[in-house]
């Protein structure tokens, strides 16, 4: 049976103000935290702050169960691997806070199922705009492609997935913004995000990375619709009123185009922190429905041989 949260800890999140600020942030925390102690929030192996990019935040770290296989060398077995993209509202955020399980979660979640988990953190608003995000998750995926199947990944099955900000960049990676290519992506999950740029005041996180007026080239939703990954999207049942509204019309524009409800998966009992915390911990919320989404896109995939890579 999946890991639940006690029904007191669910009404104690549904307590919190749902308007995203560092205060939810900390409620929120502050109430997972000890179930992610007591279950573990960290991979037998991490390796930390691998290089993808040029820039200081194009870092990532590589969570993998304990094997004897050496760095470079592929296991003769290649796991899934799922990488994650952190929020942070465009202008903050890390893929490691040290002493917390954000977001090594991410990467021990990954690993009980038998996958290799990656965590990255990409570039920052204001300093890099749009679409910048979407470069850098291009960026990591290349790195995953050259590299990964050193740390027994198998770069051929990878699912990339984002959360709030990240989730906007994983759309617009998705979508083309990023440039990069997207063989070797059997999925992209995208958990409260958005996917149309809307005129944002001075100060809002949108107005930091896609300025006072996103043109509308910025939205990612027309590339969603034709997309040739298969998308897995969710919203938190207390997320802010803007990713409701992002959610309906992703489901609007979804049965337009192709008859039928795009696949959402509705995180009963959470809000826009606690969303990705509840992986391993209230797994009923959100884990579930995530796990088998990877578990149906990176089944019985066809690889060819991989020569041995040295990771960079």
Do not use: C
Request: charged share 15%; aromatic share 8%; glycine share 12%.
């Amino acid at each position: 049976m999946a890991e639940q949260l006690p029904p007191e800890v669910i009404a104690r999140l549904r307590e919190i103000d749902p308007a995203i600020s560092p205060r939810q942030a900390q409620e929120s925390w502050a109430l997972l935290t000890p179930y992610h102690e007591k279950a573990g929030y960290a991979a037998p192996r991490i390796v930390r702050d691998l290089r993808y990019g040029e820039h200081p935040r194009h870092r990532l770290d590589v969570h993998t169960a304990v094997s004897d296989t050496a760095v470079g060398e592929p296991a003769a077995g290649l796991a899934p691997v799922i990488v994650f993209v952190h929020g942070g509202g465009f202008v903050g955020g890390d893929k490691h806070a040290p002493g917390t399980p954000r977001y090594d979660l991410v990467g021990a979640w990954a690993v009980r199922h038998g996958w290799v988990g990656v965590t990255m953190t990409h570039r920052l608003a204001p300093q890099f705009r749009w679409p910048a995000g979407a470069r850098d998750v291009a960026a990591a995926v290349a790195w995953l492609r050259a590299s990964i199947a050193g740390y027994g990944g198998d770069p051929q099955r990878v699912i990339v997935a984002g959360n709030s900000a990240g989730a906007v960049h994983v759309a617009g990676y998705v979508a083309g913004h990023g440039g990069g290519r997207l063989d070797g992506v059997r999925g992209a999950a995208l958990l409260s995000g958005i996917y149309e740029a809307r005129a944002a005041r001075p100060g809002e996180p949108e107005h930091a990375y896609y300025g006072p007026d996103p043109g509308p080239e910025t939205a990612s939703l027309p590339g969603l619709l034709r997309s040739p990954v298969p998308l897995l999207f969710s919203v938190a049942e207390l997320d802010g009123p803007a990713f409701h509204a992002a959610a309906a019309s992703l489901v609007s524009a979804w049965v337009a185009q192709h008859g039928a409800m795009p696949p959402l998966v509705w995180v009963e009992g959470h809000n826009h922190m606690s969303t990705i915390g509840s992986l391993t911990v209230d797994e009923a919320a959100l884990g579930v429905a995530l796990a088998r989404f990877v578990d149906r896109h990176t089944a019985n995939v066809a690889r060819r041989p991989l020569a041995p890579r040295t990771p960079g």
